[in-house]
């Protein structure tokens, strides 16, 4: 697997392993103090949110297929409105006939609905869709190859490779 994919993942999951250890401390220590508690449970939905949205912007900068970016936008898009719902349901008793339920059920049939269109319209080939960005050569042709080319695929010329041109 490419290292620029690892790059966003092991940020993302380092992110959210601190906030995981945050939410234990506050779960441990303030627990007892209702408003503060509530303060610091939004504002650590709020940091996941920005690591989702994050992790997804350069992860999309990665992956040069359109149809995989919209999976993996429409996948952020759905854990973000999930972390929002569950952030504040405690708050949807001040919102009649369950109007916060509807809401947010309408708002995450959006990036869902997307999700289902680029994977319908894919099911043919799903293990295509995520190919990575690659490094590549290009020729004195002008034609642009896969470092892992030794010769051009336009005109057979032969590639200097990595260790060449350094």
Known sequence: MNKELYRPIARAITALILIILIKFAAVLTLKNTVEFYSFVDIALSIAVIIILLKFGFEFNNVITNEDSRSIVTGLVLTLVIITLYVTFRPYSEFLP??????????????????????????????????????????????????????????????????????
């Open 97 to 166: 006939y369950g109007i916060y339920h509807i809401v947010f059920f309408l708002l995450i049939m959006v990036p869902l609905y997307s999700l289902w269109e680029v994977v319908h319209k894919n099911s043919d080939r799903l293990s295509e869709l995520f190919v990575l960005t690659e490094k590549r050569i290009t020729c004195s042709c002008g034609r642009e190859n896969p470092t892992s080319n030794r010769y051009c695929g336009g005109c057979g010329s032969p590639l200097a490779q990595r260790g060449d041109s350094e």
